[in-house]
């Protein structure tokens, strides 16, 4: 019996929630559709270094959206994401006795979608996690943001396909801008392909870095930012120790 696909949502001063696909709510709070959205993306290790908190008080705080993989459910990011956010919205890819990890979305706004998916590893049958939100502009058109840890560990990308098509199916039937960013794990020539033609066939563009210091494996870059509806007006890349990949900041203008 596979288990079912869900989000915890975490708000200030409630318990967690549940939220299972496609489900739709209401909400009171959008995100700016005119002057700049900002964006912070960041695989953060399970919290496992030091200095991953004041990484994201020193960076984090600008941003109206945080784009966690790899978010383990302590309590310090709990209470950091309670703090400053409207919504934390995680999607248990494993769970542990005391705590779950999996991709995070912190958002300054509530979304008014949220589809939580779940992609097992062929090979070590551990399960990636991606999470689609969607959260009104103050102009009037809707957001869909999705976050995304890649699958790893399998043969060929078939299963790596797999996961990118019902993403693929949404991105295709919203008619807002979008914003696609995670962890991809790239690292082979096929899967940076697979990647680049799914971008083309949902009408995505690639954030560029000028910088570029992202994590790479065999000289690809993992980590990537793609967007539709929306302009570029500064990308850049923070180098830390405090997890294996560095954080990607993109801001857009939100006005196409």
Known sequence: MPKPTY???????????RIFPHSESSSGVVLP????????????FKQ???DWLNVLNNHALDSQLVLLQEAQTTPELINFATDNYLAADQVP?????????????????????CCPLREREPLLRLS????????????????MVVNIHAVNFSFGVDIYQQQLKPIGEQILQHRGPVILAGDFNTWSRQRLYSLYRFSTLTGLQEVR??????????????DFV????????????????ASDHNPLIVKFHANP
Do not use: C, H
Request: no cysteine; aromatic share 10%; glycine share 6%.
């Open 93 to 113: 890819a494993i769970i542990m006795p005391q705590s779950a990890y999996g991709v995070m979305t912190l958002a300054s706004a509530n979304p008014v979608y």
């Open 128 to 143: 990636k996690s991606a999470l689609i939100t969607v959260y009104p502009l103050d102009d009037g058109r809707q957001l």
């Open 226 to 241: 793609f967007y539709r509806g929306l302009q570029v007006a500064d990308a850049l890349v923070l180098e830390t120790l």
């Open 209 to 222: 870095f000028p910088n570029d210091r992202r994590k790479k494996v065999f000289g690809r870059p993992l």
């Open 48 to 50: 496992q270094r030091t």
């Open 33 to 44: 559709g005119t002057g700049l959205l900002q964006v912070m993306v960041w695989n953060i």
């Open 7 to 17: 989000a915890l949502r975490y708000t200030a001063k409630n318990p967690a929630e």
